[in-house]
T-cell receptor, first 113, second 112 residues
Framework: DVKVTQSSRYLVKRTGEKVFLECVQDMDHENMFWYRQDPGLGLRLIYFSYDVKMKEKGDIPEGYSVSREKKERFSLILESASTNQTSMYLC????????????FGQGTRLTVV | GEDVEQSLFLSVREGDSSVINCTYTDSSSTYLYWYKQEPGAGLQLLTYIFSNMDMKQDQRLTVLLNKKDKHLSLRIADTQTGDSAIYFCAENGDTGRRALTFGSGTRLQVQP
């Protein structure tokens, strides 16, 4: 059974904190993605990676960075959390062929207070 | 850039058919997808259609694609309360990004 696992379901952080969201996949996929989901806005792509140590900006990268040191792990970093980063964060992975299915983790609901 | 649009909410009675609509702008999309998100969960692929097809049927699900109008629809026959979820339309037009572009999601509420 394919699996994308996000380290936390719920997180509460203070404004200004550095926040790490972790994602691990066990399917040996090359592509990994971070999206944020907000009501009425759907999923917006923050960053993606198509290989170890490679990263590309998505549509809303400001205030975020990522790390891909190992193929199975893709981390999203909020350098200094702000209240407008309160959201649901979804990690996904897919094999190299861009026409194939993306597999999603269960999501991390982050609240910044 | 690409844009995918959906209505935000649909309410139907149990046993009725549901039709969820989506429009997209990127004519280079080769695949179009429907994902389902149940409460508190991530997204699961429900079905997809290749862009050279007009229709795809899979049990209670029927996907219709009008490529000329860039319109995609998902019909759920005999809708059940377990179908209550958010349904996302997605397309893969920008293959350089290898990432799907998603619509805003349609929340389907099924009344008993």
């Amino acid at each position: 059974d394919v699996k994308v696992t996000q380290s936390s379901r719920y997180l509460v952080k203070r404004t200004g904190e550095k926040v790490f969201l972790e994602c691990v996949q066990d399917m040996d996929h090359e592509n990994m993605f971070w999206y944020r989901q907000d009501p009425g806005l759907g999923l917006r792509l923050i960053y993606f990676s198509y290989d170890v140590k490679m990263k590309e900006k998505g549509d809303i990268p400001e205030g975020y960075s990522v790390s891909r040191e190992k193929k199975e792990r893709f981390s999203l970093i909020l350098e200094s959390a702000s209240t407008n980063q309160t959201s649901m964060y979804l990690c996904a992975s897919s094999p190299p062929d861009s026409n194939t299915e993306a597999f999603f983790g269960q999501g991390t609901r982050l609240t910044v207070v | 850039g690409e844009d995918v649009e959906q209505s935000l909410f649909l309410s139907v009675r149990e046993g009725d058919s549901s039709v969820i609509n989506c429009t997209y702008t990127d004519s280079s999309s080769t695949y179009l997808y429907w994902y389902k998100q149940e409460p508190g969960a991530g997204l699961q692929l429900l079905t997809y259609i290749f862009s050279n097809m007009d229709m795809k049927q899979d049990q209670r699900l029927t996907v219709l694609l009008n490529k000329k109008d860039k319109h995609l629809s998902l019909r759920i026959a005999d809708t059940q309360t377990g179908d209550s979820a958010i349904y996302f339309c997605a397309e893969n037009g920008d293959t350089g990004r290898r990432a799907l572009t998603f619509g805003s999601g349609t929340r389907l509420q099924v009344q008993p």
